[in-house]
């Protein structure tokens, strides 16, 4: 009987956020892997792993409600139509839904806390610090926010 490989979920909005999770490329070739971001006016394609869009979000824009809640559903589809066991995901806002639905369903949440922050945290690592079954950081001064995190240096 063959082992079924791993299943992870690399999740990240685009920009900054995109660019640290493509630093992960080596993992990402090593297990069966998939990538969420968000669909913006620039598409980059990491060649041989299938990725999936979400809409791109601002928590200060009036349509918040409406496009948070188009990607819970999407979320909820990719979920169950790929049934990952882990995301890695460097954030933020329109990847929170696809972060809870795995802890939801018992599934390992791994986060990578942005390297921009070296003395504040992130809204959604504020909010994922909790449910996070590995919590990484980029700076060791941001061990004073997140006491239980993992300190590793930089993924650049």
Known sequence: MEKRRLKVCFAASS?????????????????????????TSYAIDVEGVKTYYMIQTNRKE????????????ASFSIYFKERPDVVICTGVLAMIPICLICKLFGKKLVYIESFAKVTSATESGKLLYKFADQFYVQWESMLKIYPKAIYLGGIY
């Not at 349509?63 to 819970?72: A, P």
């Open 15 to 39: 920009g900054g956020h995109y660019e640290q999770l493509l630093m992960l490329k080596p993992l990402m070739e090593k297990y069966d892997s998939f990538i969420i971001t968000e669909k």
């Open 62 to 73: 009036k349509t918040l409600f409406f496009k948070m809640t188009s990607n819970i559903m």
